[in-house]
């Protein structure tokens, strides 16, 4: 079974993309992943700096996260854009788990072969579209494969219902159907 790891790079109560996220996950899930949703904000860590790092070693909740990504086959990322780039969270994420833990890990395990869609919910006209190039170019770095279709949500504050649905019938289903596409290409 394909195994996905789910998760927003928005820490805040009521996130647009947090419920984008779940809209996609249900996607694939319906497609026959399992899907696993993560909470960011539920792994502090510290702001990466190599001298840290030097100093201490890898943090246990970072440890944790690398494990996490290293276990899954394709990640489904909803991601707010903060002056057209990722989350400073995201950013310190990435940064922690793509640092080798010995001298004969191969580099980038807990990305290279991944697959990845990205999606982005935002108050703004362009609903995120400008972090999403960021985070593409970046994820790809690592050497994720990213899908090229993804999904913006404008206006985000209006597009929601109550129960966490999009209003837009064409958006849910797009956002569901991105998760399913994941899945889909993960099975070729």
Sequence with gaps: MIKILAFADSSR????????????????QEA????TTLNLADNPLPIFNADLELESGMSENAHKLKQLFIEY????????EYNSAITPLLKNVLDWVSRPESIDEQSMVAFKGKTAIILSASPGYLGGLCGLVFLRMLLANLGVTVLPDQL?????????????????????????????????????
Excluded: C, W
């Design 73 to 80: 086959d394709a990640f489904i990322i909803a991601s707010p």
């Design 32 to 35: 026959g992943a399992e899907v």
């Design 152 to 188: 913006t949500i404008s206006h985000a504050a209006k597009a929601f219902n109550d129960d966490g649905s999009l209003n837009k019938e064409k958006k849910q289903n797009a956002a569901q159907m991105l998760g399913r596409k994941l899945v889909e290409t993960m099975k070729k």
């Design 13 to 28: 109560i009521g996130s647009y993309n947090t419920k984008l996220l779940h809209i996609a996950a249900k996607g694939a």
